[in-house]
């Protein structure tokens, strides 16, 4: 009867063992919170929002700083508290990742993240300019890998490739395509993350070129 006794507590207490620790592949996951945006203004103000998920219980928010090779995270209760703000530096990029997750014995069960370089767009300003190029200057942008610098004869369309900077940056010369006309440029930053490149969040500029007869 002892024995008895023993081996049934030994059998409840492996079995309590096993339905306590119930491994996350067992577990329904909830669906990922695509993102829906991530911007920055110029000073700073970082505003972000996604999808609802229907079997949520709630989101992770974790924001990277890029520069200091640091993150921070918060948890937004509810399955409707979609957006999130607060205050980053404006000369910062930052790596944003948003997670779902719901309540299985008393633990959370994430989703997989939906992620998004975010930064405060670079404002070009005027350096020096001639009938056919033009020296334009930014400010230093800190925890990015380099920047592309593209060029097209139209706004929206036929974008090549010009010129790859250094991260260190903050000015380039750019030369017109046409003689007569517009030529349209804009410089993003990049940032080289698990062995592919991200770019950042970008403003168009034009420049006009139009040569006199005399």
């Given amino acids: 009867m002892k024995k008895f006794k023993k081996l049934l507590v030994c059998m409840l207490a492996v079995m309590m063992l096993i339905s306590s620790a119930i491994p996350v592949s067992a577990a329904t996951r909830p669906a990922i919170p695509t993102l829906r945006s991530a911007q920055m203004t110029s000073s700073g103000r970082m505003s972000l929002s996604w999808k609802s998920v229907s079997n949520a219980d709630g989101y992770k928010v974790r924001i990277y700083n890029c520069s200091k090779k ?7 209760s509810g399955r409707y508290n979609n957006n999130y703000y607060t205050n980053k530096r404006a000369n910062t990029a930052y790596l944003v990742s948003v997670y779902s997750y719901r309540w299985v014995n008393g633990q959370r069960i994430y989703s997989i993240d939906s992620d998004a370089f975010v930064c405060t767009p670079r404002t070009l300003t005027t350096v020096s300019s001639t009938a056919s190029t033009l020296t334009v200057k930014w400010s230093k942008l800190y925890g990015i890998s380099g920047y592309y610098v593209y060029k097209s004869t139209s706004s929206n369309s036929g974008y090549k490739r010009y010129a790859t ?19 349209y440029f804009y410089v993003v930053p990049y940032r080289v993350y698990k062995g592919k490149r991200y770019t950042f969040p970008h403003n168009i500029y034009r420049m006009y070129t139009r040569y006199y007869y005399y």
């Fill in 165 to 183: 900077l250094s991260a260190n940056a903050t000015s380039v010369k750019v030369k017109s395509l046409t003689s007569s006309g517009n030529t």
């Fill in 70 to 76: 640091k993150a921070s995270s918060i948890h937004l």
